[in-house]
């Protein structure tokens, strides 16, 4: 039975299609196998599209604590439609859509009440340093840590549409134009030509300040 | 603030303001440039800096934004709400979509309406609790979930009727036994 993780385009240097490489077509293996009772299968799953789910509650700018339910509630609902999915193969798809629905609840619930807090990411640079390391190795870290805080600055700073569209995009593994689709309601074939302008515009605001 | 000079627009509008860049750029409707073999014949240089750029992005996504570990597990527990042999009541009216709003009232109930088959659950979300109605009324027991824990159980009257006194906090579902029948309400966050 197959239990392994899903495969990951990740972070070699070799450019990849969007959505080839990340080979979904076991996500409905996995699902399939989850609802037949296998665990590890689940927890595949979970790995493999958890961090979907979760830039989709980032893209749209859920407060933190809002994120956490959000992002339950769509685990918790997966969980219950498991073996009740017309397409399995599509889980990453009902994720983002379903994470995307949820999302929007929340924003109208807002609306209607009151204004919450705006997620307060730069501070959360990560500062679990590796306190045993040398001084240059953690200068050099200390470099790219300032390089990674930037292009994330910039990249916060982006027009909503942009910010969004990339929030999702930059998920990890990268999810499938058709999951990028589901997650913000565009078309899939927009999706191409946006993400090219966003990330020119981000390279513009990266190099307009000399970080390029 | 510095963001002036980029004099990037606000919005919505800044997808179809100037190209920042002057570069030409294939029009919406176009092939998935930078995607499928775009190369210098697709009118602008090899695009690989979109594909350098969007990795940089997505490691940084992991460094300063990742999913949380606890969430992760949270996720990888859920396992055990699976259930096959419960029928799943879908939410079948939400009042924070399907309602039009009425002017001047901000703290309107919150509708809900979840059916399986002829089993209608229908609940009232109010800043004290839950107000619920199985229809038509069964004799049914009925626990509030909020995790794969085992919930709270609530007393139903001959009316179909039961009240949960504090409202839930984060999801939650209704798990509802009558007869031999098992139905959960689609998970929701109230």
Redesign the interface.
């Known amino acids: 039975m197959r239990t392994g993780t899903l495969p990951s385009a ?2 070699d240097d070799v ?4 959505g080839g490489t990340v080979d979904r077509t076991d996500v409905g293996a996995l699902v399939q196998s ?2 037949d009772g296998d ?1 590890a299968a ?2 595949a799953i ?2 493999g599209l ?2 979907l ?3 989709v509650v ?1 893209a749209h700018r859920l407060s933190e604590a809002d994120a ?6 769509v ?10 999915l017309r397409e399995p193969d599509k889980a990453g798809a009902w994720l983002a859509r379903t994470a995307r629905h ?1 999302c929007l ?2 924003i ?2 807002q609306r ?2 009151t204004l919450t807090d705006d997620p307060l ?2 501070d ?3 500062e679990e340093g590796v306190p045993e390391q040398a001084l240059l190795e953690q200068e050099e870290a200390a470099a790219r840590n300032e390089r ?2 930037r ?2 600055q910039e ?1 916060e ?6 910010r969004q569209l ?2 999702v ?4 593994p ?1 999810p499938s ?1 058709q999951e990028v689709s589901a997650a913000l309601g565009i078309a899939v ?17 990266l190099e ?2 000399g970080t390029a | 603030m510095d963001d002036a000079l980029n004099g990037e627009g606000f919005d919505g509008e800044e997808l179809h303001g100037e190209e920042v860049r002057g570069e030409p750029d294939g029009e919406p409707g176009g092939a998935f440039d930078g995607q499928l073999g775009d190369g210098p014949a697709g009118g602008e240089p090899d695009d690989g800096f979109t594909t350098a750029l969007e990795e940089e992005l997505r490691q940084a996504a992991a460094v300063l934004d990742p999913m949380p570990p606890e969430l992760l597990q949270i996720a990888v527990d859920a396992y055990a709400l699976h259930d096959l042999e419960a029928r799943v009541a879908e939410l079948t009216f939400d009042s924070l979509v399907d309602a039009l709003p009425v002017r001047g009232v901000t703290d309107a109930p919150r509708m809900l309406t979840f059916t399986a088959g002829e089993v209608t659950v229908d609940v009232e979300v109010t800043s004290e609790g839950l107000l619920g109605q199985l229809l038509p009324p069964r004799p049914a027991g009925i626990e509030i979930l909020s995790g794969p824990q085992p919930g709270t159980p609530v007393t139903v009257d001959e009316m179909g009727r039961f009240t949960i006194d504090r409202p839930p906090s984060g999801p939650f579902a209704l798990r509802l036994r009558t007869g031999s029948d098992v139905i959960t309400t689609e998970w929701l966050r109230a």
Not at chain 1, 15 to 18: F, G, V
Not at chain 1, 68 to 73: G, L, M
Not at chain 1, 75 to 84: D, P
């Open positions: 990740a972070y450019s990849y299609t969007r989850a609802a665990a689940w927890k979970v790995e958890g961090p789910v979760w830039s980032r956490h339910e959000v992002s339950q509630t685990w918790f609902r997966f969980a219950q439609h498991l073996g009740r949820e609840k929340v109208r619930n209607r009440l990411l730069l959360r640079v990560s990674v805080r292009l994330w990249f700073e982006l027009g909503e549409r942009c990339l929030r995009l930059i998920a990890s990268p134009y074939g927009s999706i191409g030509p946006l993400r090219q302008r966003c990330l020119r515009r981000l390279r513009a605001r307009s300040r």
